[in-house]
């Protein structure tokens, strides 16, 4: 997974505002946010890791958190509750945006950051689904009929592009994701049960 790309290889760095580095602030996790983050189950936090949701940052949103919880428990179909519960932040609600730190970055290696080595950042395709309540896809919807570009540029202040220099990096603390469990008391999103670690779990301690 850790393959570094040729320079041949690279796509064009054009300057057209997709391929121009953004620079967004880093999320810093709370020592509670890294426990449940490591009490993720394996195959999910690799997932997580790959995708860039182990320390998303939420766009501003009219909706607060507590509102947002709400729609998540009592509007969201069922379908959507069971793989959004297996990571620690949550899936379906994370635009391509607020991803964060690439899964290299986060293992100290930055010279192998994932959107230096593509040559640019994840480009979303602009269109979500929209589902039936019996969990079919039943129409694609148009996000951005401008066309607008949702990029994830890793939040890593490290080098992304060879020809410029890092700039110093930009911090955020986000409070934890909570959401009321079925007895109406909050729970964390991906809160699991205690369980006993593996020597492989103990491989992931390098990325936090």
């Given at each position: 997974m850790n393959e570094t790309a040729s320079a041949a290889g690279r796509e064009p760095r054009a300057r057209n505002g997709v391929h121009t580095v953004i620079r967004r602030p880093q999320r810093t996790?709370?020592?509670?946010?890294?426990?449940?983050v490591q009490g993720t189950a394996l195959l999910n936090l690799h997932g997580a890791l790959i995708?860039?949701?182990?320390?998303p940052v939420p766009n501003p949103s009219p909706m607060s958190e507590t509102?947002?919880?709400w729609v998540r428990e009592r509007v969201w179909p069922a379908h959507f509750l069971i793989i959004d519960r297996k990571y620690p932040w949550g899936f379906h609600q994370w635009a391509t945006c607020e991803r964060g730190t690439c899964r290299n970055c986060l293992g100290g290696r930055c010279d192998l950051c994932v959107h230096r080595q593509k040559g640019g950042p994840h480009v979303?395709?602009?269109?979500?689904?929209v589902w039936s309540h019996k969990g079919r896809c039943v129409a694609r919807l148009i996000l951005r009929p401008g066309d607008e570009p949702c990029v994830w540029w890793c939040r890593c202040s490290c080098l992304k592009d060879d020809l410029a220099a890092a700039p110093a990096p930009l911090a955020v603390t986000v409070a934890g994701t909570e959401r009321p469990g079925p007895d109406g008391a909050a729970a964390h999103t991906g809160a699991r049960r205690a369980r006993g670690h593996s020597a492989a779990d103990w491989s992931q301690n390098a990325l936090f």
């Open positions: 996790l709370t020592p509670e946010e890294h426990q449940l995708m860039g949701i182990v320390d509102e947002g919880a979303d395709d602009n269109t979500d689904r």
